[in-house]
């Protein structure tokens, strides 16, 4: 059974169509009106509430087939990527918009989004899906844990594993082998014409 969707072309006039107001909506849209972007959900017939509900039956028809996502192909019918990279780069500010506003986790990022425009002392997007990158951008929000990928965090553990001279493995170490440890560290970070060459071997003289 093939993977990608097939869309009759009732469906696929209401994507052209969808896409249309999309447009027009952004003409419309003055910049720093969030209460426009506030209506634009609760209006039926803007462009991205038809788009968000063409890729809520689109969610649904590959569900009830038993798949997971979207694929690529099913994203193109849907006006939402490209075979071409760059404008396929371009669509995706507004495909993870409406995976977003979809809210398919069911992790409340609709009703969040709408909070977060409504509580924005400084609103500044020229579209919702603008917007909507804002709201939901990583940095928006203080983490809770850092992950094994923050600096500082990994920094910290191989300093604290020198300093009680034990790393994950339990192996234990002395006090010379920490030092060489600390040198070995410090010579990978130290520009290269900041590290002194090794003395030349003086030749045996027969």
Same mark, same amino acid.
């Given at each position: 059974?093939s993977?990608?969707?097939?869309?009759?072309?009732?469906?696929?006039?209401?994507?052209s169509e969808?896409?249309?107001?999309?447009e027009?909506?952004?003409?419309?849209?003055l910049?720093?009106?969030k209460h426009?972007?506030l209506n634009?959900?609760?209006?039926n017939d803007?462009?991205?509430?038809q788009?968000?509900?063409?890729?809520?039956?689109?969610?649904?028809?590959?569900?009830?087939?038993? @798949?997971?996502?979207?694929?690529?192909?099913d994203?193109?019918?849907?006006?939402?990527?490209?075979?071409?990279?760059?404008?396929?780069?371009?669509?995706?500010k507004?495909?993870?918009?409406?995976?977003?506003?979809?809210?398919?986790? @069911?992790?409340?990022?609709?009703?969040?989004?709408?909070?977060?425009?409504?509580?924005?002392?400084?609103?500044?997007y020229a579209?919702?899906?603008?917007?909507i990158?804002?709201?939901?951008?990583?940095?928006?929000? +203080?983490?809770?844990?850092?992950?094994?990928?923050d600096?500082?965090?990994?920094?910290?553990?191989?300093?604290?594993?020198?300093?009680?001279?034990k790393?994950?493995?339990?192996?234990?170490?002395?006090?010379?082998? !920490?030092e060489?440890?600390?040198?070995?560290? @410090?010579?990978? !970070?130290?520009?290269?014409?900041?590290?002194?060459p090794? +003395?030349?071997?003086?030749?045996? !003289?027969a």
């Open positions: 059974m993977k990608d969707l097939t869309f009759d072309n009732e469906f696929l006039d209401r994507v969808a896409h249309q107001q999309i027009l909506d952004n003409i419309h849209q910049e720093g009106n426009y972007v634009l959900l609760k209006d803007s462009g991205v509430s788009l968000l509900t063409l890729y809520g039956e689109a969610y649904a028809m590959k569900e009830a087939r038993g @798949g997971k996502q979207l694929s690529g192909k994203l193109i019918e849907l006006g939402l990527s490209s075979s071409d990279k760059e404008e396929a780069k371009g669509l995706r507004m495909r993870d918009g409406l995976a977003k506003l979809y809210d398919a986790k @069911g992790e409340g990022t609709y009703d969040k989004f709408v909070s977060w425009t409504e509580n924005h002392s400084d609103f500044t579209t919702i899906f603008d917007a990158r804002a709201c939901f951008r990583k940095d928006t929000e +203080p983490k809770a844990n850092p992950k094994p990928t600096l500082k965090a990994f920094a910290v553990k191989v300093i604290e594993s020198i300093q009680n001279r790393f994950d493995n339990d192996e234990q170490f002395d006090a010379k082998e !920490v060489e440890i600390a040198m070995l560290i @410090g010579l990978q !970070v130290m520009p290269k014409d900041m590290i002194a090794a +003395p030349a071997k003086k030749k045996k !003289v």
